[in-house]
């Protein structure tokens, strides 16, 4: 069945169901027993947020969830790895890459703050902001996604506030504030061009460059605004850094996740020392399949 994108008619946020049989049945959350309706090719339009695995985080306005499999449902403990290309997980990807927005429901057994009294409630659309790889509690290695809250939403009622930090722009939604005079200095270091491949992309007025955070800044990751965690990179390297599909060793020098080929050095200029932390956290979200 394919998925039905966005809200569904007649079900507002903060409506409540009793059981998965009724969200089911009102089309807001299909499946009866999994937290990720969708798949591969169509991407994923539904989740339930109700704390089954021991590493989802609920924030309020934004989630860190896990992905599907190796859970014991007996315990709930981690007991196998999880990938990326099992179905569903691979779904919440494809939404991500393409925009799709999210609905969440949030289960009684969540965060207490955000979580019904009892049941489910539909708390509205989330838009899929990362993913990545990392060892949970258990010691196996899961799949996680930031799901943030898109602006312009009632809350549910009885809801708590968002949790607020200082370290954050808080306007319509939570986000890390961004310090463009640091992305502006490293771009002007290598006169624009990528530090990978060492070309330019021209356009009208000038050139076209990105500066990239090695270390994601967003929550869970927080990796600072820093020249010590910023590149200068071609969009195309740009979202390679971003989604594991280059990787930077310990020697600086770029690799190809997926194939394992090398690329080369990565270019640096003096006064621009990389920190090695930010490098082994990124390889670390994007372990080798």
């Not at 994108?5 to 027993?33: D, K, S, W």
Request: charged share 20%; aromatic share 6%.
């Amino acid at each position: 069945m394919s998925p039905t994108f966005g809200h569904i008619p007649g079900v507002p946020i903060g409506t409540t169901f009793e059981n998965r049989a009724a969200l089911a049945a009102a089309g807001v959350h299909t499946p009866h027993m999994q937290g990720i309706s969708g798949n591969r090719e169509n991407g994923a339009d539904s989740i339930v947020a109700s704390g089954s695995y021991v590493d989802d985080e609920d924030h309020g306005d934004y989630l860190i969830y896990t992905g599907m499999g190796g859970r014991d449902l007996a315990t709930g403990r981690q007991i196998a790895d999880q990938s990326v290309d099992q179905y569903a997980n691979a779904g919440l990807i494809t939404s991500e890459l393409a925009g799709h927005p999210v609905r969440v429901v949030r289960g009684a057994n969540g965060n207490a703050l955000y979580a019904p009294p009892s049941g489910f409630r539909y708390d509205g659309l989330f838009t899929v902001e990362s993913h990545w790889m990392t060892t949970g509690q258990d010691g196996y290695k899961v799949v996680q996604y930031r799901l943030q809250r898109l602006p312009n939403q009632p809350e549910p009622e009885g809801v708590a506030e968002p949790e607020d930090d200082p370290a954050y722009a808080v306007t319509v939604v939570t986000r890390r504030i961004r310090n463009t005079a640091v992305a502006q200095h490293v771009k002007e270091m290598y006169e624009r061009t990528c530090q990978v491949c060492d070309r330019e992309v021209s356009i009208l007025g000038g050139l076209y460059v990105e500066g990239a955070h090695i270390r994601p800044l967003g929550r869970p990751h927080v990796g600072p605004d820093s020249v010590n965690n910023v590149l200068c990179l071609c969009p195309n390297h740009h979202v390679q850094l971003d989604y594991g599909g280059i990787v930077i060793g310990d020697d600086m020098r770029v690799t190809e996740r997926e194939t394992g080929s090398m690329i080369g050095p990565l270019r640096l200029k003096p006064g621009h020392n990389i920190d090695l932390a930010h490098v082994r956290y990124h390889r670390a979200l994007w372990p080798e399949a």
